[in-house]
């Protein structure tokens, strides 16, 4: 809904305050994540509906039924999703980090997901030479940029 949102937060140091319009939050947000977390969600529900009428009725699909009864769009959509998520800003790599909220990103490798530039910028080096670094260099690398 489009209520307003509001917090109480407690700061414990110096702090810098921000305040996102609608339309800001939805632009600082990879595109597809909040359409991808609300279609799941969908999802989930539509399977429980239709797992409790299955019930009911007494006639359950098996799974090779129900995989060949997929459309070509749904076979689009499920490519769509397993593909693996775009390149975003640190601004954002960071935020998803403190919030703890990742989508499709796998926390444990929040670097992968940085544009090459800000990884160069951020790392003071090329992917190539992070990687060839000892593993405790990076997660030492990336706890200090806050992508860990």
């Known amino acids: ?22 339309s800001d939050f939805e632009l600082s947000v990879p595109k597809g994540l909040l359409d991808e ?17 299955a019930a009911k009725t007494e006639e359950v699909e098996t799974p090779v039924q129900k995989s060949e009864e997929k459309t070509e769009e749904e076979k689009q ?3 769509e999703a397993n593909a693996p998520p775009p390149q975003v800003g640190y601004e954002i790599l960071a935020s998803m980090n403190e919030t703890k909220v990742f989508g499709k990103y ?12 800000e990884f160069e910028m951020r790392f003071a080096m090329d992917r190539a030479s992070f990687y060839g670094l000892p593993k405790w260099k990076q997660s030492n690398m990336k706890r200090m940029l806050k992508l860990y």
């Open 37 to 53: 977390t609300a279609s799941k969600r969908k999802e989930e529900t539509d399977a429980k509906v239709t797992a409790v009428e």
């Open 1 to 22: 809904n489009n209520a307003p949102r509001y917090a109480t937060c407690k700061a414990v140091g110096d702090v810098r305050c921000l305040s996102l319009s609608k």
């Open 106 to 117: 796998d926390p444990s490798k929040l670097e992968t997901y940085l544009l090459d530039g």
């Open 77 to 79: 959509k499920e490519a």
